[in-house]
């Protein structure tokens, strides 16, 4: 980025020391983004700073106050550090907003078929089966491993990955930044969250339900795809709810290239409704990737495992759904039961991040690997260039 008001050599070691301060949302250098309005330097080596935020109120305001005092006060030759806080005008909003969106205009569709993002919605036959906190373990896992990573919380009536994630807190839920028709989702341990849970206003999200029907379902998670601004993901997943209802069909028509994890149970009786779920994803024309068994043993203090809910369901699963025309489906893996899994997910802190040795964060840490290198085909997709000669 250069200064372009810079008249002195500190200012310009103070613009260069700015390049480093990256907005948290959109994790870009506050500089490119256009929020620098201006930089100078007295005789005495003091910095003076001004910033603009998108909008007042800014959630992420004081960090990136913060961090600007602090990058400005590391500048070479600089004594003193302020900032001044102001708002964008509408016009600089709209320059933001395409700066951001760069070369793709308003209101993209995101992740459309050529799309070169991974697209993978998390699937269960049934409830209760842990696919929430499965989804939001395999989604932190890969951000662990460099990824860029987008979660959407697709199931509307059962939302509960923003408290997985530790975004909702004290019955209150961090939510997103509007700039115009752009919303900006929170960042939860490197992923980037979005849940219609973070649009109850000031309600509890604990006490408060959504009663909605097929058409309000299915714009919603238009709107999730089409405004939320995700940047450029490795892997988008989606946390779909339990069954083949509208929220399934909706995602089958808006992303008929994405891939299907199925999640199910060792118990018989729920994998006979796991492979329902996933015989509908495939009616949409989406391809299952692989099954993962949850709840799969307690490990006893004699190294025995308690079997509470059976076993075999996940690999029953997978032989169901493996056939001459769709080919082998893998289990991925089998997640046994963990109470400190469990007590991670209640208090907001991923078990494969806090405690990783742990057997279920352990084995979500496998399954990530093995999604990474499953890869994704790009037959039928276009990459964007044009051959030459």
């Known amino acids: ?43 005495a080596g003091r910095a003076s700073v001004s910033i ?39 016009d600089e909003r709209r320059a933001f907003v395409e700066r951001v969106r760069g070369e793709r205009g308003a209101r993209p569709q995101q992740f459309g078929p050529d799309s070169l993002t991974r697209v993978i919605a998390v699937t269960s036959g049934k409830g209760g ?70 649009f109850l206003g000031e309600a509890d999200p604990r006490s408060t339900a959504v009663s909605w029907r097929g058409p309000m379902l299915h714009r919603t998670i238009e709107q999730f795809l089409r405004d939320v601004w995700f940047g450029d993901l490795d892997v988008l997943l989606l946390d779909l709810p339990p069954g083949t209802g509208d929220i399934a069909i909706s995602v089958g028509q808006l992303l008929p290239q994405a891939e299907v994890l199925v999640v199910t149970t060792p118990q018989e009786a729920a994998a006979d409704v796991a492979v329902r779920s996933a015989l509908v994803a495939r009616q949409t024309g989406q391809r299952v990737v692989g099954v993962v068994e949850n709840m799969a043993g307690l490990a006893q203090p004699d190294g025995s495992v308690l079997e509470l809910f059976g076993s075999g369901g996940g690999a029953l699963v997978a032989s169901r759904l493996s ?27 991923p078990t494969v991040l806090a405690d990783p040795d742990d057997p279920a964060a352990a084995e979500l840490l496998r399954i990530a690997d093995r999604i990474v290198r499953q890869g994704r085909g790009l037959a039928g997709r276009s990459l964007g260039v044009t051959p030459r000669g």
């Not at 613009?15 to 309005?37: C, N, Q």
């Not at 025309?325 to 039961?337: A, C, F, Q, T």
């Open 1 to 43: 980025m250069t200064a372009p008001d810079a008249s002195s050599s500190e200012e310009l070691a103070v613009w260069a020391a700015l390049d480093g301060v990256r907005d948290p949302e959109i994790l870009r250098p506050i500089t490119e983004l256009g929020m620098v309005r201006g930089v100078e330097v007295d005789a």
């Open 52 to 90: 603009l935020l998108t909008i007042a109120g800014c959630p992420a305001a004081r960090r990136i106050e913060a961090e600007t005092r602090e990058a400005a006060a590391s500048a070479p030759g600089i004594s003193e550090a302020r900032v001044s806080v102001g708002v964008m005008t509408p």
């Open 129 to 198: 089966v842990g696919k929430s906190s499965l989804t939001a373990g395999i989604a932190v896992a890969l951000a662990a491993r460099g990824l860029s990573v987008g979660l959407v919380d697709a199931d509307v009536f059962g939302f509960s990955i923003p408290g997985i994630l530790g975004l909702s807190r004290d019955g209150r839920t961090e939510q997103p930044t509007r700039v115009d028709d752009m919303i900006l989702p929170p960042i939860a341990h490197g992923v980037r969250v979005i849940s219609i849970g973070m």
């Open 323 to 349: 056939d001459e025309e769709h080919g082998e489906v893998p289990l991925l893996g089998s997640v046994p039961l963990s109470p400190t899994f469990r007590i991670g997910g209640d208090s907001g802190e």
